[in-house]
Every structure is written in C-alpha cells, then in structure tokens.
C-alpha cells in the first residue's frame, strides 16, 4: 500500500536554529499538508499546499515556517529559528482529491523535533 | 466553520468486551468525516472514512461507525476489544475546502 515517507524520524536542534523537516507524499496525490501534535495536545494544522502554492494556513503557520515541493516528489517543511515551543511532533499528509473526499488523507509516521 | 468533540479523553475497557468510543462533530454542511488511530511512536493510521454514502461504515480490523445526522454523531465500536487496540483514537471532520479538523483525541486502554 502507498505510504507517506517523512524524514528523520527524530531531530533535535538547538534553539534558533534552522531546521527542514521533509515528506515524500503518495505519488499520484495532488493536495499536500503540514500539521503538528504537541505532546499531551490535539493535531493542529499548519499549512495546506496544492499546485506549488499554499491554499490554506493556520494561525500557527507565521513567518518563521515555509513550505516547499523543490523538486516535484519531496514536501519540506522549513523553521527558521526554532523555538523551545516548536518542539512537537511534525506530520505530513497527501490526499488524492481536496477535502480527502474519497480515500481520505495519508499521514506519514510523523517526526518528532525536540528543540534544546 | 466546523467543530468535532471527543467526548471521552480515556476509554478503558477489558479484552474481549465491545469498545465505544464517541464523536460529535458540527459542521454548516455535509461533512466528511475519519478515525484514524495512533500506536505509540507511529504515525496516523485511517480506521474508516464516511464521505455520504452508506451511514454504517466498515473499517479495519473489526472497527465500525455509524453516521446519525439527527444526532450529529459518528461513534466509533468494536464488539470485541483487542490488547493490540490501545492506541490513541482521533475522529477527524472536513467539507469541501475546510481542512480537516482533528478531535483532542481518545485513549484506549485495554485490559487482559
């Protein structure tokens, strides 16, 4: 069955640092997303991405994050000076139509960010 | 705008006995609505799905939810509840261009 790949499956970085998180979505999927899970808290969602453009973001989603497909098979996720309260775990999730309307979403295994 | 209520942090059950785990959500339309289920350490799993067709839904292993518009619910069941069950449960709403919309989450404990 298609999976979700995200990579690396743990990071820890250093406060203020840059990091990129990276998915590799299902092949034939179009609709792209970045959410977040806090540990102990719900799922909140970060950003959705279709035709090389953000459709939708969060509040969450402010200046310090980016998105990216560089190269029209991976989906980054970029924090550019991270903070203590970043420290979460990251998934990605594609879908084959908007809304997940007919096989829903595909999340990955998640990456787990520890910001020290 | 769109809402979904879990409405048990913690569910403990024994093995063998039926699991009920329960979701309301609000939403102005039609939603599509999702479980996925959450192992320790691994990522979101889809359970089952309802986009408008039939209101009972089959899912994996043995799991299945019933779509109530009167009552605006999707609750979840099993009727015989595993060891490998424990897991952490999320019901998820979405509708059109609404991005999918995650409950707190249901922790299911399951005793031998």
């Known amino acids: 069955e298609p999976e979700v790949t995200q990579t690396p499956s743990h990071q820890v970085t250093q406060m203020g640092q840059e990091v990129i998180l990276r998915c590799v979505p299902i092949s034939n999927h179009l609709y792209f997303y970045w959410y977040r899970q806090i540990l102990g808290q719900k799922v909140e969602f970060l950003v959705s991405f279709y035709n090389n453009e953000i459709s939708e973001k969060s509040e969450i989603f402010d200046d310090q994050f980016s998105v990216e497909r560089p190269d029209g098979s991976n989906f980054t996720l970029k924090i550019r000076s991270t903070k203590l309260e970043d420290s979460a775990m990251y998934f990605c999730?594609?879908?084959?139509?908007?809304?997940?309307?007919?096989?829903?979403?595909?999340f990955g295994s998640g990456t787990r960010l520890t910001v020290v | 705008a769109q809402s979904v209520t879990q409405l048990d942090s913690h569910v403990s059950v024994s093995e063998g006995t039926p699991v009920l785990l329960r979701c309301n959500y609000s939403?102005?339309?039609?939603?599509?609505l999702f479980w996925y289920v959450q192992h320790p350490n691994k990522g979101l799993q889809l359970l089952l799905k309802y986009t408008s067709a039939a209101t009972l839904v089959k899912g994996i292993n043995g799991f299945e939810a019933e779509f109530k518009k009167s009552e605006t619910s999707f609750h979840l069941t099993k009727p015989s509840a595993h060891m490998s069950d424990a897991a952490e449960y999320f019901c998820?709403?979405?509708?059109?261009?609404?991005?999918?919309?995650f409950g707190r989450g249901t922790s299911l404990i399951v005793h031998p």
């Open positions: 939403s102005s339309y039609s939603p599509s």
């Open positions: 998820v709403v979405s509708r059109g261009s609404y991005i999918p919309t």
């Open positions: 999730a594609s879908s084959e139509s908007r809304a997940g309307a007919n096989y829903g979403y595909t």
